[in-house]
């Protein structure tokens, strides 16, 4: 986000896109439907026990957890941006 002179007394605002890295580094839910997909992985490679069946379970929560509240601001923000 930037402030631009337009020629009036009101600065406007001007919203940058940013990229799919800077993205994910700004953003906690991403991280966190990314800690969930580590999870996953990491339940998949054990493949026995229950230990992998847990991580496969909690992975997947924070998948879906993660990805909702990324959609979730995401659309509550849409609003505000022009």
Same mark, same amino acid.
């Given at each position: 986000m930037s402030? #631009?002179?337009? *020629?009036?007394? #009101?600065? &406007?605002?001007?919203?940058? %896109?940013? /990229?799919?890295?800077?993205? @994910?580094? %700004? &953003? @906690?839910?991403?991280?966190?439907?990314?800690? /969930?997909?580590a999870l996953i992985v990491i339940g998949f490679i054990l493949q026995t026990g229950v230990m992998a069946a847990v991580l496969a379970v909690w992975g997947g929560a924070l998948v879906v957890i993660g990805i909702g509240m990324y959609a979730f601001i995401q659309?509550?923000?849409? *609003?505000?941006? *022009?």
């Open positions: 402030l #631009e002179a337009d *020629g009036t007394d #009101e600065p &406007s605002v001007v919203y940058e %896109n940013p /990229g799919p890295v800077e993205r @994910f580094k %700004n &953003s @906690f839910s991403l991280k966190l439907a990314a800690a /969930g997909l659309w509550s923000l849409q *609003g505000t941006q *022009g």
